[in-house]
């Protein structure tokens, strides 16, 4: 029986891409048991948070659309993770390109026990299995913005934008933008391709209850998905996941103020919105601003997105969950906040950075919120040109068509693909009859003339 070592060096990763025998070396041994243990318990419990998102927006559904809105949650986390495989931020090679006996940088077979990039303590399988969850999310809050108005079709936005600002040779990396978590890749390219057509009626959410037990659980996985951004445990993991809940808190109660402000009444749904605000606002900052600035942040952002929410129909945008208001808004004042906020001594302690961060302006380096600036519109800028160009493209093709019927849009997605809803008349109104194949419309016959009254 062959003898095993442990891994004391890691070879060149062209030479070998498994990082050696596994058959005789122990890899585990190399790696810190703290750092693995942090980032699989955040990585199992991240896995909530796109089903969360599911029921958030079930909940502000009309009752005969809510059901979809769920489903829809689990085919994305089920089928797009497999699909997208790992995104080009684990991309390796000479000047970053993908290895030539394993071309594919997409595919799980490039990434093993080789130490990840963005932590050497722990493997890239692991970071891998992480930052699936940044993938399903994006795609969760895209479908939010499409529910009642669209088909589901994939958008490969994100993968580009992660590369240019996470991998050590993206552009915006070199440039010195921060992101901690994901503002563009995930907020800003998720929605800034809505449809600007105002087409339907927006309701009011027809389950306040199940909307706040989506925003619990996003509001927990939030907190484990920033933490473990941080890819080791450190102080500054401790920070961020203080930063996160602080700026939830911060976002909840400034919207409801506002809005009491305006209606003389609280509401669940609002309080709700300020929350995931909070949580969008600090989402690029977590890991860069000061704990006592973290519910500023959040407020500030509610605040932006509350105005936008109220007065989005001078933008003419059909957004009908307020997904552009929240994530696209939100994420803007987000990267612009961090550039404002962003403190040196924030990202320090955890054991990596040290002073190579300048900070923002609360280090009097000015230029920093001039390059978040610049981050935050290239985000949204490829964004809006790669989604009209495949929507373009998809939209010729027969049978794939963006816009779902009129009929289909005013009857529900849920009457059209679910079988196992439960039709009721008044759902659907007299203009539907009631039927084993679902609701359809009813033929309305043209009223008889005077003569062939007279006639009969």
Not at 80 to 91: E, I, S
Request: hydrophobic share 45%; charged share 15%; net charge neutral.
């Amino acid at each position: 029986m062959a003898e095993i070592t442990p891994v004391t060096e890691w070879p060149d990763w062209h030479d070998n891409l498994d990082g050696g025998d596994p058959l005789t070396q122990n890899f585990t041994a190399a790696y810190d048991k703290g750092d693995l243990c942090w980032m699989l318990v955040c990585t199992i419990l991240c896995w909530q948070i796109t089903p969360a998102i599911g029921f958030l927006y079930a909940g502000m559904h009309r009752r005969k659309a809510a059901d979809h809105g769920a489903v829809v949650a689990v085919l994305l986390v089920r089928l797009r993770q497999p699909v997208l495989g790992v995104r080009l931020l684990a991309v390796r090679g000479p000047h970053h390109q993908p290895h030539p006996r394993r071309p594919v940088a997409g595919r799980l077979k490039n990434v093993l026990t080789q130490p990840s990039q963005a932590n050497a303590d722990i493997p890239d399988i692991l970071y891998a299995a992480f930052g699936f969850i940044f993938v399903s999310a994006m795609a969760m809050i895209l479908a939010g913005a499409m529910l009642e108005r669209g088909r589901l079709w994939a958008i490969y936005v994100s993968n580009i934008l992660a590369y240019w600002e996470w991998n050590p040779s993206g552009w915006l990396y070199k440039l010195g933008v921060y992101d901690f978590v994901g503002s563009g890749p995930v907020h800003i390219a998720s929605d800034t391709a809505t449809d600007r057509r105002l087409r339907l009626a927006h309701y009011k959410p027809h389950s306040p209850l199940l909307l706040c037990i989506g925003t619990c659980f996003i509001w927990f996985g939030w907190i484990v998905l920033n933490g473990g951004s941080s890819a080791n445990l450190t102080i500054r993991s401790f920070y961020v996941v203080v930063n996160t809940n602080l700026a939830a808190c911060g976002g909840g109660i400034g919207w409801i103020l506002l809005d009491y402000a305006y209606k003389r009444k609280f509401s669940l749904v609002d309080f709700c919105s300020g929350i995931i605000a909070g949580l969008v606002g600090i989402t690029p900052a977590a890991g860069y601003v000061p704990v006592f600035v973290a519910a500023r942040v959040g407020l500030i952002t509610a605040t932006r997105c509350y105005f936008t929410v109220r007065y989005k129909y001078l933008l003419s945008v059909d957004d009908g969950l307020d997904n552009f208001a929240i994530h696209g808004v939100g994420g803007l004042v987000g990267d612009i906040l961090t550039g404002l906020f962003a403190a040196q001594f924030v990202p320090a302690p955890d054991g990596v950075s040290g002073a190579s961060y300048a900070g923002g302006c609360w280090n009097h380096h000015w230029k920093q919120l001039d390059l978040q600036l610049a981050g935050a519109t290239t985000c949204a800028t490829w964004s809006v040109f790669v989604s009209c160009l495949l929507n373009f493209v998809i939209n010729k093709i027969p049978g794939l068509h963006l816009r779902a019927s009129e009929e289909n849009e005013v009857c529900s997605f849920d009457a059209k693909y679910l079988d196992d809803i439960d039709y009721e008349e008044s759902y659907f109104g007299n203009d539907y009859m009631i039927s084993e194949s679902g609701p359809t419309p009813r033929t309305r016959t043209a009223p008889a003339s005077e003569e062939e009254t007279k006639k009969e």
